[in-house]
T-cell receptor, first 111, second 114 residues
Framework: QQQVKQSPQSLIVQKGGISIINCAYE??????FPWYQQFPGKGPALLIA?????SEKKEGRFTISFNKSAKQFSLHIMDSQPGDSATYFC??????????FGKGTRLSVIA | DSGVTQTPKHLITATGQRVTLRCSPR?????VYWYQQSLDQGLQFLIQ???????AKGNILERFSAQQFPDLHSELNLSSLELGDSALYFC?????????????FGDGTRLSIL
């Protein structure tokens, strides 16, 4: 019940394309869903987060889509750039549970 | 720059030894979290401290312990080290005690056990 399943494990996207990473969760008590971006040698950096009272949140080229009934959420990166090449982690928790991370998606954006 | 500072960046030691990892949270943050990142297990929550008190425990081994000091910095102590303890150890901080708030990560300490 504490797992967050993330897919795909790796993703190659052309520059200017859309990158899509999906996550699914089981625990219906989860009410906070952040995405983190991690570059080699660095810690995870908070990218964008959503709570279940909205179905979509957009910040610049990054959008989270949230489907409460399906218990799924996804990250869309529009106009993907080589600088977006990194590992992306979805996560989820509630006020009383620790942050549970997906296994990560390694994104490569090629010119 | 997240504002969370971790030292040292790298640590190389031998089996059976003891090490201390240090974390300074972002200014104003009262909660500190410790995570372990390994290739096979991903990011795993170890322990949370809030304003000096232990708030939550995750998959933390008995050989590991942590504390948060009055100035809010935290230390993670790892003892009787085994080869399998080689990993990246991250500290994160957040404003309050509730865990469903933004957590900001440091750049980690890479621990290598020889």
């Amino acid at each position: 019940q504490q797992q967050v399943k993330q897919s795909p494990q790796s993703l190659i996207v052309q520059k200017g394309g859309i990158s899509i990473i999906n996550c699914a969760y089981e625990n219906t008590a989860f009410d906070y869903f952040p995405w983190y971006q991690q570059f080699p040698g660095k810690g995870p950096a908070l990218l964008i987060a959503i709570r279940p009272d909205v179905s979509e949140k957009k910040e610049g080229r990054f959008t989270i889509s949230f489907n409460k009934s399906a218990k799924q959420f996804s990250l869309h990166i529009m106009d993907s750039q080589p600088g977006d090449s990194a590992t992306y982690f979805c996560a989820a928790n509630s006020g009383n549970t620790p942050l549970v991370f997906g296994k990560g998606t390694r994104l490569s954006v090629i010119a | 720059d997240s504002g969370v500072t971790q030292t040292p960046k790298h640590l190389i030691t031998a089996t059976g030894q003891r090490v201390t990892l240090r974390c300074s949270p972002r200014s104003g943050d009262l909660s500190v979290y410790w995570y372990q990142q390994s290739l096979d297990q991903g990011l795993q929550f170890l322990i949370q401290y809030y304003n000096g008190e232990e708030r939550a425990k995750g998959n933390i081994l008995e050989r590991f312990s942590a504390q948060q000091f009055p100035d809010l910095h935290s230390e993670l102590n790892l003892s009787s080290l085994e080869l399998g303890d080689s990993a990246l150890y991250f500290c994160a901080s957040s404003r309050a005690g509730q865990r469903n708030q933004p957590q900001h990560f440091g750049d980690g300490t890479r621990l290598s056990i020889l």
